[in-house]
């Protein structure tokens, strides 16, 4: 019987955060490069979208490329470039024809043309989809965003346009990239690496973190409704006590 049977609709977290890692590990498992496991790590995120949205989870959001991914070997940037471009054309109908809104955090500037153009044409393609909101954290990196925040806020003080003193977590919010993006209430990470890995730092102050030892390409439906379970176990406190969680549920 499928874990599916075991979610209980009501208590879905209304956003599910995604640390997609072990492509190149299942890869050199097999005696393949690791360009292969990118390519078999592409049908999870298929498998796990379509899931994502069957359950009406609100928001998902996936890392898909980090700005520490930039030191890596230039061939295999530019061959995971080359995958995202070819996906993003390939995924884009889809995404129109199951309503999925497609959005993407990150340093984006630093992208190839290529990459820019195709991006450009699923985010419009996709622009006016009223269902799950699926975000790519791309060239993306917490400390980064965190940094442009400051940058950005230091410039309307200079202008006069924000008083330093009433600077607070929701005027600090709206210059995140995540801004108008409601926090993630569940973050996932596969293949039995237990950190975050510069990943949405702000906005998972409050998160519950699930580690798995399975490597994203063979992360399927029963492995996200295995997290889901998992989830719905646990109880979320926000700093309250058990009793008066309780109290507020009746």
């Known amino acids: 019987m499928s874990l599916k049977n075991k979610i209980t609709s009501d208590r879905l977290p209304k956003h599910v955060a995604i640390i997609m890692d ?11 490069d690791r360009i292969y496991g990118h390519k078999k790590g592409v049908d999870s995120v298929r498998e796990i979208i379509e899931a994502a949205a069957e359950l009406k989870i609100e928001y ?6 980090s700005t520490e991914n930039w030191n890596r070997p230039w061939e295999e940037v530019e061959a995971l470039m080359e995958l995202m471009v070819n996906s993003l054309n390939n995924e884009t109908k889809k995404l129109v024809d199951n309503n999925i809104t497609l959005k993407v955090i990150g340093d984006i500037d630093r992208l190839s043309d290529n990459v820019r153009r195709s991006l450009d044409d699923t985010l419009e393609k996709t622009g006016k989809c009223t269902g799950m909101t699926l975000v790519v954290a791309l060239s993306y990196s917490s400390r980064w965003e965190m940094i442009k925040a400051v940058r950005d806020i230091s410039y309307k003080i200079k202008e006069g346009k924000i008083d330093p003193a009433n600077i607070d977590d929701k005027i600090f919010e709206n210059f995140l990239t995540t801004k108008g993006i409601p926090d993630p209430e569940l973050l996932i990470r596969t293949s039995g690496e237990v950190r975050i890995s510069n990943f949405l730092l702000w906005q998972i102050a409050y998160c519950e973190l699930y580690f798995t030892e399975t490597l994203w390409p063979d992360f399927g439906k029963e492995e996200l409704y295995k997290a889901l379970v998992e989830y719905q176990k646990r109880e979320r406190r926000f700093g309250k006590t058990s009793e008066q969680v309780h109290e507020n549920e009746n």
């Open 22 to 32: 072990g492509n190149g590990r299942w890869a050199v498992q097999r005696g393949e």
């Open 60 to 65: 998902m959001t996936l890392y898909a490329f």
